[in-house]
């Protein structure tokens, strides 16, 4: 990863389905995908924000996510579903979600950014929960993927080490913060686009100049 020979460029974005700030970035996320479409495709990496947690949420836990939620609801007008704070018990294991999200890519890498914003929309606006593969699976087959397939794969040792090899990469780059967004023209260097939420104003004209000057 330490070579610079040019690639094509492309932008990496480091996230987490079950983050609430990367839930807030998500229609930034996709309008940028929409506009750029192949000129400028967008690789995904997981994060893993909570993965691994066996905790179930305390009452602190509760606040701080309840005032999370508040905060990005305000920022970005994404909609939120706060009954999921009359759950008697969650545990905020976001390993699954992301686990999923590295099934899609390996299955449909077109569809991988489109399958983790209905991750998103599942948990955050209609509280479902999204830490049980056989909701990942249900809403894969409703995005269009087999259901087999996707079955299949989301219990494999391949898919769950090619999980933590993302939390792996991500965390020796230091990246702790999601969503992170980066852009590359040399294998192995990456250029920071936005570390945290962003709101879309600038962005589609700060990328295409970065672009054209890839490409002059």
């Known amino acids: 990863m330490n070579d610079n020979h040019a690639v094509e460029p492309h932008l990496l974005y480091v996230a987490d389905p079950m983050c609430s700030w990367c839930y807030g970035f998500s229609p930034v996320i996709g309008a940028i995908a929409a506009h750029f479409g192949d000129r400028l495709p967008i690789r995904l990496l997981m994060g893993g924000l909570r993965a691994g947690n066996t905790r179930a949420m305390r009452p602190e836990d509760r606040d701080y996510i309840r005032s999370a939620w508040t905060r990005v609801n305000a920022a970005t007008g994404q909609p939120f579903d706060f009954g999921f704070f009359d759950r008697e018990t969650f545990t905020y294991d976001t390993e699954p979600a992301c686990r999923a999200v590295v099934v899609?890519?390996?299955?449909?890498?077109?569809?991988?950014?489109?399958?983790?914003?209905?991750i998103q929309k599942a948990f955050y606006a209609t509280n479902r929960d999204?830490?049980?593969?056989?909701?990942?699976?249900?809403?894969?087959?409703d995005e269009g993927f087999d259901r087999p397939a996707f079955?299949?794969?989301?219990?494999?040792?391949?898919?769950?080490?090619?999980?933590?090899?993302?939390?792996?990469?991500?965390?020796?780059?230091?990246?702790?913060?999601?969503?992170?967004l980066l852009a590359s023209r040399q294998?192995?260097?990456?250029?920071?686009?936005?570390?945290?939420?962003?709101?879309?104003?600038?962005?589609?004209?700060?990328?295409?100049?970065?672009?054209a000057r890839t490409e002059a």
């Open 104 to 118: 899609a890519r390996s299955l449909r890498p077109d569809k991988a950014l489109g399958y983790m914003a209905a």
């Open 187 to 211: 294998a192995g260097q990456y250029e920071l686009v936005t570390n945290g939420y962003r709101p879309l104003d600038g962005m589609v004209e700060a990328l295409e100049g970065w672009l």
């Open 151 to 180: 079955s299949d794969a989301i219990v494999s040792p391949e898919i769950k080490n090619a999980t933590f090899r993302d939390f792996l990469i991500a965390q020796e780059a230091g990246i702790r913060g999601f969503p992170t």
């Open 130 to 141: 999204t830490t049980d593969v056989l909701v990942l699976t249900d809403v894969a087959a």
